[in-house]
């Protein structure tokens, strides 16, 4: 295996010639909205013994709500990244911030454990496609203008 590496002056002619305020309000919108989802799990987790309270759940429900979103990301990282992939980035952001806006919005809303749990299920849904579509932006507009090899 070879490490190459690749030069300032290197970078092919091919690389799109972006502004960089537009290479910041990309990375700005998907930074703010990684960090939402992350403060939005954490809030569930903060009302967790309201929650156990008000609904009657066991300590195995709770973590069934806790965990749901990681199994999720883990169980649809790759299809839905290769569908953001094939539908094209621009959309598929906006798609998946819609997506997870409405998720958040259903788990604000619920009023049963079983409402919660596909709330939060459905609300992992928007984070693979998320990072799948910045990640080669982070690359290709970079505001300081690194390719990859």
Known sequence: MAIHSVALGDIPATVPSVPRRYAWVVFALTFGL??????????????????????????????????????????LTFPLSLLADRWGRVRSLALMAMLWSLATLACAVAQ??????????????????????????????????????
């Open 34 to 75: 990684l960090i939402s989802d992350y403060m939005s799990r954490q809030v569930l987790n903060a009302v967790f013994p309201l929650l156990k309270v008000e609904w009657a759940l066991s300590d195995a429900q709770l973590g069934l709500l806790s965990g749901i979103v990681a199994v999720m990301v883990g169980l």
């Open 112 to 149: 049963t454990f079983p409402q919660m749990f596909a709330a939060a299920s459905s609300s992992a849904s928007a984070r693979p496609p998320t990072a799948a579509s910045a990640s080669p932006w982070s690359f290709r507009y970079s505001p300081h203008t690194c390719a990859p090899p």
